[in-house]
């Protein structure tokens, strides 16, 4: 009983190394979905993602600001969440556009190319 433990545990780890060995010989290349090379080429491209989303986002909550300001009807409160919902909007979009400068000045420091 004890032998066909021993021998069975001897083929395994036979086998096993005979299949790493096969594998560590072939080369495998597995492709890069992200088309990036460096850390700093990720980042720059995850945030010009970032900058074209709210791109987009960016007339929607303008126009939905003004509906506000314009349909509050005189109440002080309606309008000043419209004024409100604009100023935050646009100081939301300014510092994603800083962010991309960030990234910019970051990848010049550092020596590398966005």
């Given at each position: 009983m004890k032998t066909k433990i021993l021998s069975s545990l001897v083929l395994a780890a036979l086998v096993l190394f005979i299949g790493v060995s096969a594998f560590a010989a072939t080369t495998v290349e597995i492709p890069n979905p992200l088309k990036v090379n460096s850390v700093s080429a990720l980042i720059d491209r995850i945030?010009?993602?970032i900058i074209t989303i709210a791109t987009i986002l960016l007339p929607l909550a303008?126009?939905?600001?003004?509906?506000?300001?314009?349909?509050?009807?005189?109440?002080?409160?309606?309008?000043?969440?419209?004024r409100k919902t604009i100023l935050w909007t646009v100081i939301g979009y300014a510092l994603i556009?800083?962010?991309k400068g960030i990234t910019?000045?970051?990848?010049?420091i550092l020596?590398?190319?966005s």
């Open positions: 945030v010009t993602y303008i126009l939905y600001g003004a509906y506000l300001f314009m349909s509050a009807g005189g109440d002080p409160e309606k309008i000043s969440m419209g556009l800083i962010s910019l000045i970051v990848a010049d020596g590398g190319k």
